[in-house]
């Protein structure tokens, strides 16, 4: 297994300097930046320039669930947060509210756009789902504010009905869906009777959907999980996508982190309907260079196929990872034994047929579809999507190591309508605790490495027998007075990167690598002091939640040139470089203020103790860093940067 070291030297090599480069090519150099020159500052100018929020003007859908009274309104943007749309935008909604329980009528789901959403630019898919999480909780047991972003169709579907925002307000009395429809005056909305829809999975739902709706639509569905809310908290909303709808394939996109699903089954709404003809402007010369930069350059390199330049996807982080014992194995405890390596691309593809696949319109290919490979060793039945998450925390974390079962549980997972982080990392946790105390073992007993239980134990927490384990790791630990090696922060479970390489975490605001970008440094640029890691944390990582407004996906890691012109040419917003950063570090500051709004306390913001006081010997390069001394004066570094932009936050 080791024959892979060479290569994966000459990968990781490779990834060193495609994430310096990318670094450089933000403007984010260490050093390079000003919080004073970021400070937030409106234009006198805008008006002139285009650039007056107030000049754009979105459509706000307000529904009140039991009364079904809905309010259509027109809503100029206050500042330009709201103008890039996104969580830019709820949260700003979400911050005027008080909400002390996820599931309370109070408390809204917003879903909504960015402002590139249905746009041309080539990756304009995003839809996001904001709520204050059942699952992000402070010690204060308030819930904390969440978002989660869904790719493929159905955000261009909303957006062409001539919705921006849908708020859903209150709590239906039966279940629901939701259909929205463009019509010849504006949006219409209509409510139908969800009942028949009940206990199907994620696709079976969207299947059915689709012989309704055969024309235009595209659905958004929350699982048995999301059915099951009170004993899951992390369900997630399965978006349709254009594959899954041509060819009848469990192929849904995912909004999985902080439980939107689940706060969407609270309010009763089994599916949202999104019909509409397609509405595609003239491609602009300008928008089809930057769509060629995104599709080839060096940004999407790492999700790219291999013989289209690429690195092979997320999935390749097993070449890069397991040669340095990076890999999460048995609960983030890497062995050193090499087995982590029988999930890596390089020892499963020659078992199956690997489609590299895409969401609607994109030509970056980041979709590892993972197919049965027939007699003659063409395409037979898909199995499931092969990402780095997924396979990882459901298998090698969980001591899994054969393909069969991993696809199985990740196929599993979707069809329950689950967030694969939360589910696997919480049930690597209770299998660790069955190792760690044989004679009170939780749950059936599962230990790593036992497929049937950890699937029993999959299916009961998607079905709601599980609620100890659907309610996530923090709750479950706390119960049961061992908390070191549940692996979470602000109770939302950690993603398959060591927490031992990655102190960043606890400083995201929406899910440990979606909302904070440092989950990849330490591979690539090995630097173990405290002040390299307090600068990446505040002038580097939350820059990540940029998309998150935009509407555009990560994976094309757009530098911010290139995102200010795609806005001009696009939507004629002229906006410079240097405010575009303002705009997203002052909505991933309001992120920190709400947090404390909500109670969390300076000590939440903190890694699994086990990290400080067990470090593992197994980790390489250059081995564990992050000491209790080490997070210690991290902290009052990084707090001492946010503590003052925080003083001075101005709604
Ligand atoms: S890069 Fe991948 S996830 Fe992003 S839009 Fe393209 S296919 Fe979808």
């Given at each position: 297994m080791r024959q892979a070291g060479l290569a994966a030297q000459a990968m990781l090599s490779f990834v060193r300097s495609f994430i310096t480069d990318r670094i450089s090519a933000l403007g984010l150099l260490s050093g390079e930046v000003d919080c004073e020159v970021w400070r937030f500052q409106m234009r006198l100018s805008?008006?002139?320039?285009?650039?007056d929020p107030k000049a754009v003007v979105y459509t706000r859908c307000t529904i009140d669930l039991p009364s079904r009274d809905v309010r259509l309104e027109d809503v100029p943007c206050r500042n330009l947060e709201e103008v890039l749309g996104g969580f830019g935008r709820s949260f700003q909604i979400l911050g005027e509210r008080t909400i002390v329980n996820a599931f309370t009528p109070e408390n809204p789901l917003i879903v909504n756009t960015g402002i590139l959403t249905g746009s041309s630019v080539m990756t304009g898919l995003r839809t996001y789902f904001s709520a204050y999480s059942p699952l992000k909780v402070s010690a204060k047991g308030l819930p904390g504010a969440?978002?989660?972003?869904?790719?493929?169709?159905?955000?261009?579907?909303?957006?062409?009905?001539?919705?921006?925002?849908?708020?859903?307000?209150?709590?239906?009395?039966?279940?629901?869906?939701?259909?929205?429809?463009?019509?010849?005056?504006?949006?219409?909305?209509?409510?139908?009777?969800?009942?028949?829809?009940?206990?199907?999975?994620?696709?079976?739902?969207?299947?059915?959907?689709q012989k309704d709706y055969p024309q235009d639509a595209h659905f958004a569905v929350i699982g048995p999980a999301g059915e099951n809310y009170e004993a899951c908290y992390f369900a997630a909303v399965g978006l349709s996508t254009e594959n899954q709808l041509k060819s009848g394939d469990d192929k849904c996109r995912w909004a999985g982190r902080g439980g939107m699903g689940s706060v969407m089954g609270y309010k009763n709404v089994i599916a949202i309907v999104a019909q509409a003809p397609d509405q595609m402007g003239k491609l602009k010369p300008e928008i089809r260079d930057i769509n060629r930069e995104s599709a080839t350059g060096p940004g999407s390199r790492k999700f790219r196929e291999k013989d289209k330049g690429g690195l092979g996807g997320t999935w390749a982080h097993y070449e890069v990872f397991n040669p340095n014992n990076l890999l999460p194995q048995d609960n983030f405890r890497p062995k050193g034994d090499d087995k982590p390596w029988l999930m890596s691309r390089t020892v499963v593809e020659p078992q199956f047929f690997i489609k590299a696949e895409s969401c609607y319109r994109c030509g970056i290919n980041c979709h590892k579809n993972v197919y049965d490979k027939t007699a003659e060793g063409g395409r037979g039945r898909f199995r499931a999507k092969f990402d780095y998450e997924p396979v990882n925390l459901l298998s090698t974390n969980l001591g899994i190591h054969d393909p069969n079962q991993g696809a199985d549980l990740i196929s599993l997972v979707d069809r329950l309508g689950m967030d694969s982080i939360s589910v696997g990392t919480t049930i690597a946790y209770v299998l660790d605790y069955n190792e760690r105390h044989p004679e009170k073992p939780l749950f059936n007993g599962a230990r790593f490495g036992d497929f049937e239980r950890v699937k029993e134990l999959i299916e009961g927490t998607g079905r709601g027998r599980y609620p100890e384990i659907g309610r996530g790791v923090k709750r479950l630990s706390e119960r049961l007075g061992d908390t070191a090696y549940a692996m979470q922060c602000k109770g939302l479970e950690l993603p398959a990167y060591l927490p031992d390489t990655n102190p960043g975490y606890?400083?995201?605001?929406?899910?440990?690598?979606?909302?904070?970008?440092?989950?990849?440094?330490?591979?690539?640029?090995?630097?173990?002091?405290?002040?390299?890691?307090?600068?990446?944390?505040?002038?580097?990582?939350l820059f990540q939640v940029r998309d998150d407004m935009l509407g555009i996906c990560k994976f094309t890691i757009m530098s911010p040139d290139m995102a200010a012109q795609a806005l001009k040419h696009e939507v004629g917003l002229e906006i410079t470089t240097q405010e575009l950063l303002a705009t997203v570090r002052h909505a991933y500051i309001r992120g920190l203020w709400m947090e404390r709004k909500q109670g969390f306390e300076r000590s939440e913001y903190t890694l699994p103790s086990e990290v400080f006081d067990r470090p593992n010997s197994k980790l390489g390069l250059g081995g564990p860093f992050v000491t209790r001394e080490f997070f210690s004066a991290?902290?009052?570094?990084?707090?001492?940067?946010?503590d003052q932009e925080l003083v001075n936050f101005t709604l």
């Open positions: 805008f008006q002139e320039t285009r650039n969440m978002w989660s972003a869904g790719s493929d169709k159905f955000g261009c579907k909303l957006r062409w009905t001539g919705v921006d925002e849908l708020i859903l307000e209150g709590r239906a009395s039966g279940p629901v869906m939701i259909v929205l429809r463009r019509g010849s005056e504006g949006p219409t909305v209509e409510f139908k009777p969800a009942d028949h829809l009940l206990g199907l999975s994620c696709h079976d739902k969207i299947m059915r959907l606890p400083w995201a605001i929406a899910g440990g690598h979606m909302s904070m970008a440092t989950h990849l440094l330490y591979p690539a640029e090995r630097d173990q002091s405290v002040d390299y890691w307090a600068k990446a944390i505040t002038q580097r990582g991290l902290s009052e570094k990084v707090w001492s940067v946010f």
